[in-house]
């Protein structure tokens, strides 16, 4: 079942999410993991010996010496996806872009533009679409429709993220690296796109760490069916909460009431180390990662394929942007920031 | 240990809350149920028989006919505060009142008013004070004080609330009906005050249901140390949900996070009625009432006698009915408020 | 409503049940404490100036300087009650006994018959059964009755009661510290008794922590209504686990079940030290404790001054021993124990 | 990667379980599903037009017809697995049989003699052993190893399972339907094996609704390593439970403690038909199966085609079945029983 020509792929980023999408594109029939782009020697190293691959400290580099390739994998920094992508477009390689998109409205218009003009396929990398939890109660709520009354999204992380896990987090924020999780679900879910926004902010404690950015961002939004919708989202939680993560997202229709408990998923451990949730996104089996973003490389990957998938795509990801850029607008400033729409393109539940 | 000049006291009201304020007041031995007020003849009968009480139809006989009254319990519903607090005070009686204190600012400002110019106490009866959980992590906080992030209080009530329990629910909202207590607990455990708010709501289900209310709101208040606050209630919750209401709260610190969710209080039952988590708010011992509110009404009967107790006055009665208010303006209007401040009252945390 | 009498009453073991007791009875107005007994001159004299009460470091002594008493509570070590009470009854006292009676059957024996042959009442300090959520499911059960199809109930503690809590937790065991109330609740909400017991226990952890005892014990129960009993305690639960004790306790009949989790009491906080569960089984109000314990102390207070309660009296307490000695037993032999019927005092449901 | 000769299959029973692995066979690129036997005309049209695939109504006409079988997969009801079982051996062909592989003794001992004597390889259907979670739990247990306390499972369905689920519940009970999944995790977490057992029932729900079993067991069993293992499983829990079955299973070890609650899979829906809590031990994606019991039929077909993996096997099947036989015969006699052993295949931990 194999395509007969393997999709080309090069990974640019070489951390945490993006050693993990080579290891995806490797193991994947239907793709070649041609290179992996990172300036960083000790894990260029580490991941030329796992992964048995060809590895580059520049993407100039990168795309010169693999003219094989058909498609890019982009795991940078959030901020840092403009240039790596108008350089894939440029080459004339499809893009998975991990999200959001990009962290200002004009680098999202950018890629955006430059994908259109060139033909190029975008996906954002939203890979809560495919955690089966969240794909399971859209299509009931699908099946079942009923206005939506309001969402709650509580999407944090403990001190651990912005202070030792991520270099980058004072040129992010709980906004930029969280919420776009939460509103992609919450758009997705609800087929309703978000208006406008007021927004509030909580600096002090990260400040205090040496990583100047916002510790706290709530924000409600407009949508357009008139629902609520609220998001949460911090970096300051202790370090002794049971999952490096905390996400709760519950959805109110007038029908019915679901209620996600993410981060607990069934396995509780206390130990020396304390008490643990563990976690199972993704998983080993008999060799192979197996799990949400696994699935959402390999659905990327079907797509190049020709395979006719309802995907996150560029237009999508440019509102997320907008939108989380308005989030951090509305906190500045203390009044609501109007959305502007970018061409719609969720499907309609 | 009992006064020697029990406190005399008339309840207005007969429902729910007003029985049940009734009953504690005539177990509490420093006081005497002199009379209960309560228009309607079926529950005034089942009053009068139930607690051996002289009962009137209207306040203005039971004062007449009651001069030895020296407090009245106020449990008319929450719009009609107004006229009772007054009529009250010009008959010279202290007054415990349920919350909210009025349900619009100017009805709270001519209450506070007229108790300022006649020295009248009031007590306003935001009860989760006294459960033991709110009182004991306030005392936690106070004892290892940190700055606060924020505070995320979802208070939220089923369909039965506005639509079976109370028969004025048009004449107030999710807002007037849970969101007081929410922010008096985000004030006493915070030891900030509200500054401004913004707020969105949601309207559909319960006007169809011929209940012209809002189903949903959600308020953001910019509080006095900058904290985030954000006050969640909803009166369209399935049947199904396993309790009447639904109450989880959230504070995070820079040093510590307490996540409360009062509504599941240990117990899950499964039998023929669906799911149910048993409540423990009131529970009956030896043939005499306890728990949250009893405990509410022994302290204002210890306050009348002269017990220097840390109460919930009239000023700040105003400052939430101000601030619930302005959540109403801002859902309809679309843009935040300013709350104006009252008196502060609230004790330094 | 007093008693124009109050009871007057000694402590016998100043230890953290004991203080508490005394504490209890000191702020009963229906009682007088007019002495504790306590072997440790430290413990003693910080309970004399607590408290503010006369103290013994013997029982003769405070028996014979305090002609006054009426009645003694019983909070010494759990092997350590036969001498104590022998001596309260042969003083004419009425007596309340920490659970668990006694830990021989012979010991058991001997209290309840000294207490028959001079009158004494014996109340034994099953203090669950004042936890509202017991007897709120009993009355449930007793108004629908349905026959119990089986109870499975968990009572463990962390490695900290045996090892630091308790300086004489090796002349115990989780057998007879915990199970005594995981018994006494299945037969208080079941109205069943036990009729057999077979067991298995466990040994390694602590005896290599220098605690020579059980680490866990489990206990299979055949009941007078054919109702399947599984009681499970073990005393190596790790330290981190959120709350010292681990409580869980669920009863299935025919029509219902029902799931407590005692230990988990709707607030949890995350901080430096780590996952917490609060606890609110005592707490403190205006001055005064109250809660389970307390509750407990006021009703033995009140049966002194005549009240008809139903409370756990000696024949109970022995057939509790006399159960607990047949699951060590049990677990010893590896054979199933019977277990000699005593007086049933259980009332009906 | 796939097998050049992909491995022939067939499946006997066309139940809820049978459909799902004729299912992930069909999609399983190294197999071929060549046949379903079923005897039930209507299950049987509605697979052959399901998954396009010849179907017989008995098992020698499915062999005689389809020579090209390698392999079988049975599940016809839990006491059904011999004639079937020696049907395939004799025909040459490997097998996987559902859990238990049969429930009585001598039909496990027939079973495995006649596969030994033949070199069939027999795996049996143990499936959560492919759930992450209980595998991630033995991998952490293994690469940390202290000795294990104690182990409590309960595994239970509501009334649904008996009453109108299975058609043959009469002839299995909560002991052989459900604590075989309990004792093999059980013995797979901690690399033990039971030595005896001390087990005891309850009848009567069942009974009086026409199906003529247990309603509930309990087990205690002595295991090699002298650690507690206690299995509770009945079948009568109300329909009002949010799960159809309810698996909550914890670990001890003198190290650290494990909670699992397998049935409540971090989503809450709450609707007009009540409180569930959904599952996703099966999902679909893409148009393809995956979970649980696929990965479980696909590392089958990986071990036919001679992937080296660790797999139940049919000594380990007949171990199981003879210790939930001593169960049964435990429960009937009040006494303890051994378990005989058959030649140990678990890998040691």
């Known amino acids: 079942m194999a395509s007969p020509e393997p999709q080309q792929i090069g990974v640019v980023g070489g951390g945490i999410r993006g050693s993990?999408?080579?290891?995806?594109?490797?193991?994947?029939?239907?793709?070649?993991?041609?290179?992996?782009?990172?300036?960083?020697?000790t894990r260029r190293e580490r991941i030329a010996s796992d992964l048995d691959v060809a590895t580059f400290g520049d993407l100039a580099s990168m795309i010169d010496s693999t003219p094989e390739l058909t498609a890019l994998i982009i795991a940078t920094p959030d901020f840092a996806h403009r240039e790596v992508a108008l350089a894939g477009i440029a080459a004339g390689l499809d893009l998975m872009i991990e999200k959001p998109l990009a962290?200002?409205?004009?680098?999202?218009?950018?890629?955006?533009?430059?994908?259109?003009?060139?033909?190029t396929k975008i996906m954002v990398g939203f890979e809560n679409r495919w955690n089966p939890r969240f794909a399971e109660v859209r299509r009931q709520l699908a099946a079942h429709p009923a206005p939506v009354v309001n969402q709650v999204i509580n999407l944090n992380d403990?001190?651990?993220?912005?202070?030792?896990?991520?270099?980058?987090?004072?040129?992010?924020?709980?906004?930029?690296?969280?919420?776009?999780?939460?509103?992609d679900l919450a758009m997705w879910l609800s087929g309703a796109t978000p208006i406008s926004v007021f927004a509030r902010g909580r600096r002090g404690a990260l400040a205090a760490a040496g990583v100047d950015t916002w510790d706290a961002l709530t924000a409600s939004f407009t949508m357009s069916d008139d629902s609520l919708l609220v998001?949460?989202?911090?970096?300051?939680?202790?370090?002794?909460?049971?999952?490096?993560?905390?996400?709760?997202?519950?959805?109110?229709?007038?029908?019915?009431?679901?209620?996600?408990?993410?981060?607990?998923?069934?396995?509780?451990?206390?130990?020396?180390s304390g008490a643990s949730w563990l976690?199972?996104?993704?998983?080993?089996?008999?060799?192979?990662?197996?799990?949400?973003?696994?699935?959402?490389?390999?659905?990327?990957?079907?797509?190049l394929g020709g395979s006719p998938l309802d995907l996150p795509d560029g237009p999508h990801g440019e509102l997320i942007t907008?939108?989380?850029?308005?989030?951090?607008?509305?906190?500045?400033?203390?009044?609501?920031?109007?959305?502007?729409?970018?061409?719609?393109?969720l499907p309609t539940l």
Not at 103 to 119: F, K, L, S
Not at 284 to 300: K, N
């Open 20 to 41: 993990m999408f080579a290891a995806a594109v490797r193991q994947n029939p239907a793709a070649r993991l041609e290179a992996v782009c990172e300036p960083d020697p």
């Open 103 to 119: 962290t200002t409205r004009p680098d999202a218009r950018a890629i955006v533009a430059a994908a259109q003009a060139a033909g």
């Open 158 to 183: 403990t001190r651990y993220v912005p202070t030792r896990m991520l270099s980058w987090a004072a040129r992010s924020s709980p906004g930029w690296f969280l919420m776009p999780h939460s509103l």
């Open 231 to 272: 998001l949460n989202s911090q970096w300051v939680l202790p370090e002794t909460t049971p999952a490096v993560f905390d996400f709760r997202y519950e959805i109110h229709t007038e029908a019915a009431s679901y209620h996600f408990d993410i981060s607990h998923d069934s396995v509780t451990r206390y130990d020396a």
């Open 279 to 303: 976690q199972f996104g993704v998983t080993e089996h008999q060799g192979r990662l197996r799990g949400i973003p696994i699935d959402m490389v390999d659905d990327f990957i079907a797509s």
């Open 322 to 345: 907008t939108a989380i850029e308005a989030v951090h607008d509305a906190a500045e400033s203390g009044t609501p920031q109007a959305i502007a729409p970018t061409r719609s393109t």
